[in-house]
């Protein structure tokens, strides 16, 4: 079975500052990892996701991915983040040719935006 | 417009009842799903379905039931017999190609309060 890990459960950074949240995660098999944000009340909004090819990921808002196997990690990148970015953000990965039993997520990392 | 609708958005019970949460896609989407969302704990599949008139146990589905009568349709009830039903309640639909992969497409969430 797959796991997901974010290392951190809130991030605070100044509004035009870069910004890295961390994922990673642990499966025996080939794997699809995705970003999703929620903000306050709402459902979860696809950011981007990494099904194969090049492991540099473009999403929307700005936000790109990068994918490392030999790290297992998934981390989540912003070269310059606005107040809108305030929100909560997680990870989910799918096992390849498993993801009809839907996605596990990670516990979540709330990107706090400080003017 | 296509999407998923979950309603009521807020819901507030007394303890000892039962509550049923809808849950409605017009994305001819074949698979559904329930999660639960606590603070800090991230998202935990309850139930999914991904034919009509069948489901499957996730991993919390203890005091929780389903139906898929209609490919439509997927609602939850919450009953008596949940410890702890307090919670943010999201539902989530993927069409046959996306399976594969595993992507998620939510509604807006439905939050539940045990008075």
């Known amino acids: 079975a797959q796991s997901v890990t974010q290392l951190d459960s809130q991030v605070p950074v100044f509004e035009e500052a870069p910004v890295e949240l961390r994922c990673n995660y642990s499966?025996?098999?080939?794997?699809?990892l995705f970003w999703y944000v929620q903000y306050p009340n709402q459902g979860l909004q696809l950011l981007l996701k990494y099904l194969s090819g090049s492991t540099l990921v473009k999403g929307i808002n700005g936000f790109e991915a990068e994918f490392n196997k030999s790290q297992t990690s998934f981390h989540l990148r912003k070269p310059s983040v606005h107040i809108s970015d305030t929100a909560e953000y997680f990870c989910?990965?799918?096992?390849?040719?498993?993801?009809?039993?839907?996605?596990?997520f990670g516990k979540g990392t709330h990107l706090i935006i400080q003017p | 417009d296509g999407g998923i609708t979950q309603s009521p958005k807020y819901l507030f019970r007394k303890e000892g009842q039962n509550v049923t949460l809808s849950c409605e896609q017009n994305l001819n989407h074949d698979a559904m799903y329930w999660y639960r969302q606590d603070p800090g704990q991230g998202l935990r599949l309850i139930y999914y379905s991904q034919i009509v008139n069948d489901f499957q146990k996730g991993d919390i589905a203890e005091g929780y039931s389903v139906s898929r009568e209609k490919k439509e349709s997927f609602p939850l009830t919450v009953t008596s017999a949940q410890k702890n039903p307090t919670a943010f309640y999201l539902c989530?639909?993927?069409?046959?190609?996306?399976?594969?992969?595993?992507?998620?497409?939510f509604g807006e969430g439905s939050r539940l309060t045990v008075l």
């Open positions: 989910a990965v799918s096992e390849s040719g498993g993801g009809a039993d839907g996605l596990t």
């Open positions: 499966s025996s098999v080939s794997v699809y």
């Open positions: 989530a639909s993927t069409s046959q190609l996306a399976a594969n992969t595993g992507e998620l497409f």
